[in-house]
């Protein structure tokens, strides 16, 4: 059964640094894997995705990374703003368009 | 872009009620999906549903839940009697084959 876990679970930084947030999962044969923005109450936005054949996929300030072989997934972001605080979340596709399983998501807080 | 608009945003109910939860996915994507998220909790699969039948269900959907697609545009999500255990955001996707998942803003749904 796969499992997602991201750390740390909540992150603080002040505005311009740039940071890594981290997915690791323990099925190594994930078919893609997709990050996620989630605001307070709000839905699910699609930010990277991540397919088996690839190491990394960017976005603006975005990058995302996926070592499958370590089960590791990281997202980059550059030059944080403000307008960045969100949970992020990380979910791995098992495959055949089946389901996808969720990280328990990092906590973002960027500050002035 | 393309949207999964979900409808209603807010729902609240009489425990042992039954609900319909309401999806427009993107029009030509062909796999579609339920997720919960308990507040506070991970996101969580419910069902994928693919060619008019249930492609996979976790143990959550039991036999209180049931999907349908009553017409080439909508899917819906049933909940016969509603229990206090019920209440989360319930997320509905849909995606293509290998392109990643699109995720609608959610129904909070409040069982009292």
């Known amino acids: 059964k796969q499992e997602v876990t991201q750390i740390p679970a909540a992150l603080s930084v002040p505005e311009g640094e740039n940071l890594v947030l981290n997915c690791s999962f323990t099925?190594?044969?994930?078919?893609?894997l997709q990050w996620f923005r989630q605001d307070p109450g709000k839905g699910l936005t699609s930010l990277l995705l991540?397919?088996?054949?690839?190491r990394e996929q960017t976005s603006g300030r975005l990058n995302a990374s996926l070592d499958k072989s370590s089960g590791r997934s990281t997202l980059y972001i550059a030059a944080s703003q403000p307008g960045d605080s969100a949970t992020y979340l990380c979910a791995a596709d098992t495959g055949t368009a089946s389901k996808l399983t969720f990280g328990t998501g990092t906590r973002l807080q960027v500050t002035l | 872009e393309p949207e999964v608009t979900q409808t209603p945003s807010h729902q609240v109910t009489q425990m042992g009620q039954e609900v319909i939860l309401r999806c427009v996915p993107i029009s030509n994507h062909l796999y579609f999906y339920w997720y919960r998220q308990i507040l506070g909790q991970k996101v969580e699969f419910l069902v994928s549903?693919?060619?008019?039948?249930?492609s996979e269900k976790s143990e959550i959907f039991d036999d209180q839940f049931s999907v349908e697609r009553p017409d080439g545009s909508n899917f819906t999500l049933k909940i016969r009697s509603t229990k206090l255990e019920d209440s989360a955001m319930y997320f509905c996707?849909?995606?293509?084959w290998g392109f990643g998942y699109t995720f609608g803003s959610g129904t909070r749904l409040t069982v009292v």
């Open positions: 549903f693919y060619n008019n039948e249930i």
């Open positions: 099925d190594s044969a994930i078919y893609n």
């Open positions: 996707a849909s995606s293509e």
């Open positions: 991540i397919q088996s054949s690839q």
